[in-house]
């Protein structure tokens, strides 16, 4: 039987997060990094992730600076009127689902602490175990959650990381396999999350992957055995 250990290129993994600490300059990592960090309202980014949700992020922020100028404290939402909640994140998508989980996950977290940033203290695992047993959220929104609301360290797996990790051969499957098997052996986590997302805005693209100016170009399976690559 495979094990995970198996099916995971650690060195390929390791030489990545080498790489990247080597190229902070490439993208706006570092500011971005402080800046998020100072922002800890967890009912917000809760709010916020589950917006984020199947949208990009300019949708998303519209629905929710349209949500907050309502309620500026978001736990009122449980008592407003389903429709008119609706219709202010109708622009983000999915508006009847997202309520719901939203609701869901509020009504979650005033069930189990008195003060939601008690989820915080439980330490993160415990608390990626909490939010993960809530429906709505996953493993890749929880680390969200758990990056901007508690400041810990974490690894979301989005579209962007995932491709980059499996055309460089690191590990193939799903994003949550992904996650499941890289995230424990990758040291500052959320510097490399950051910088797999501006990579694969800019460089290693959906399509026409721009492979001469890659900085994994020489350890990459996808560029190695494919002509699409630039
Ligand atoms: S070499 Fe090409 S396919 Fe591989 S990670 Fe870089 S841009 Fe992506």
Redesign the pocket.
């Known amino acids: 039987m495979t094990t995970a250990k198996e099916k995971i290129n650690i060195k390929k993994l390791q030489k990545l997060e080498k790489l990247i600490s080597e190229n902070t300059d490439a993208y706006p990592i570092r500011e971005f990094i402080e800046n998020k960090k100072s922002h800890k309202n967890l009912v917000d980014i809760i709010v916020k992730t589950i917006l984020s949700q199947n949208t990009n992020d300019r949708l998303r922020d519209l629905a929710f600076s349209r949500l907050k100028s309502e309620f500026p404290n978001l736990l009122k939402i449980l008592n407003a009127e389903d429709q008119k909640v609706i219709e202010l994140i109708r622009i983000c998508g999915l508006p009847q689902i997202k309520l719901e989980r939203i609701k869901n996950a509020l009504r979650r977290i005033l069930e189990e602490f008195r003060n939601p940033d008690e989820l915080c203290k439980m330490g993160k695992e415990k608390a990626f175990l909490f939010l993960t047993s809530i429906r709505g959220i996953g493993p890749k929104s929880a680390e969200v959650i758990l990056f901007f609301g508690c400041g810990f360290d974490a690894f979301p797996v989005d579209t962007h990381v995932s491709r980059?990790i499996r055309?460089?051969g690191i590990v193939s499957g799903s994003r949550e396999k992904i996650f499941k098997l890289c995230s424990p052996h990758i040291k500052n986590k959320i510097l490399v999350h950051v910088f797999l997302i501006h990579h694969g805005k800019k460089?290693?693209t959906a399509r026409n992957?721009?492979?001469s100016l890659?900085i994994?170009?020489n350890m990459?399976n996808?560029?190695a055995e494919s002509k699409l690559?630039g």
Do not use: A
């Open positions: 980059i055309r460089i460089i290693c992957p721009k492979c890659c994994f170009k990459c996808f560029r690559c």
